[in-house]
């Protein structure tokens, strides 16, 4: 039998938390032959739902699920952990500056880097959700150097799935038969949800989205708005913040991570840029990647056109402006 592998999710007492942890429990993460032992961390105000969270995992009776940690105190939480899915944070509210909003994130984010840097197993992996998830990413990178930025990464997929969904229902095609959208960029409206190189599988073989949508004003305008602007309507509708699909793309991430994206298929991960695609280095970016063996790959060579250029650039200067305002909530 297979070692249990420890998840850690924070913020586990919330939203995103309660769909996630049973869909970790139940191997869609990671596999329905692995074993896991999940971690899950909130503070102190949320102790006692965490503990209902708790509960309700122990009634549950989930085969894989080797042991819960259930706790408000970072250093327990991440102890020993292999996987480390970050969703707790600091939410904006009615108004609070930018800055102050920044200014919480980029401490708790502070604090949790060292928990995991001094106590979570060797190679742990890191997927921050929390935003803002590009910059929180950054900060924990940087305070803890000694997790290697390959192994720190933030949610994008969710838009990517979006993305998927919105060609699906426009080709009234099934979600499955379309691949290899992408997000560039920030988790934020200036993402760039990009069709050029996606691609749909047809009785007759596979073809291009743009071929078959065949209309570019809408995929050059509406369809990103949509995808952009989807978490807001989601809110509108449920007057919640997704998440049932949130926590789900959270295991896609990480499945296709762990597991691998299948040939000739990528996926979007907010990951350390190296200058790929003339983005800054030193960002927290959103990039196609493919992933093997427990480590990803940004693709490479891929024609970005004027049209997408501006908006690859676009979402950067977002990310760089997000960077100075963190840094400056740290002098
Ligand atoms: P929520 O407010 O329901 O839950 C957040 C939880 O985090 C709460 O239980 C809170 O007590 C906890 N928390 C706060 N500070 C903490 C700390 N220092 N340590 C540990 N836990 C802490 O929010 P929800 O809906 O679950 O969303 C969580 C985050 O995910 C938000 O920042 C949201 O903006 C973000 N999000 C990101 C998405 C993405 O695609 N990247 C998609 C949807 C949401």
Not at 210 to 227: G, P
């Amino acid at each position: 039998a297979k070692e249990p592998v420890r998840v850690l999710v924070t913020g586990a007492a919330g939203q995103i938390g309660y769909a996630l942890v049973p869909m970790i429990a139940r191997g869609v993460m990671l596999g329905a032959d692995q074993p896991v032992i999940l971690h899950m961390l909130d503070i102190p105000p949320a102790s006692e739902a965490l503990n209902g969270v708790k509960m309700e995992l122990v009634d549950a009776a989930f085969p894989l699920l080797k042991g819960v940690v259930a706790t408000t105190d970072a250093v327990e939480a991440c102890t020993g952990v292999n996987i480390a899915v970050m969703v707790g944070g600091f939410p904006r509210k009615e108004g609070m500056e930018r800055k102050d909003v920044m200014s919480k994130n980029v401490s708790i984010y502070k604090a949790q880097a060292s928990a995991l840097e001094k106590h979570a197993a060797a190679n742990c992996k890191v997927l921050v959700v929390a935003n803002p998830a590009n910059t929180n990413a950054l900060i924990l990178k940087e305070f803890a150097p000694s997790i290697s930025e390959k192994n720190i990464t933030c949610l994008t997929r969710l838009d990517h799935n979006r993305a998927l969904g919105q060609i699906s229902e426009r080709l009234n095609v099934p979600v499955s038969e379309v691949k290899n959208v992408i997000i560039w960029g920030n988790h934020s409206s200036t993402q760039y949800p990009d069709v050029n190189h996606a691609t749909v599988k047809t009785p007759s073989g596979e073809k291009p989205v743009r071929q078959l949508v065949n209309d570019d004003a809408w995929l050059n305008a509406e369809f990103i708005t949509t995808v952009q602007q989807r978490g807001a309507a989601i809110i509108k509708a449920r007057k919640l913040s997704s998440a049932l699909s949130a926590a789900s793309s959270a295991c896609d991430h990480i499945r296709d991570w762990v597991l691998g994206t299948p040939e000739g298929t990528w996926v979007s991960m907010g990951v350390y840029s190296d200058g790929s695609y003339n983005v800054p280095a030193g960002l927290i970016y959103s990039f196609p990647v493919t992933c093997r063996n427990g480590e990803w790959q940004i693709v490479q060579g891929l024609q970005i056109d004027g049209f997408s250029r501006k908006k690859l650039d676009s979402t950067a200067e977002e990310l760089t402006e997000e960077k100075a305002l963190a840094y400056s909530c740290l002098s």
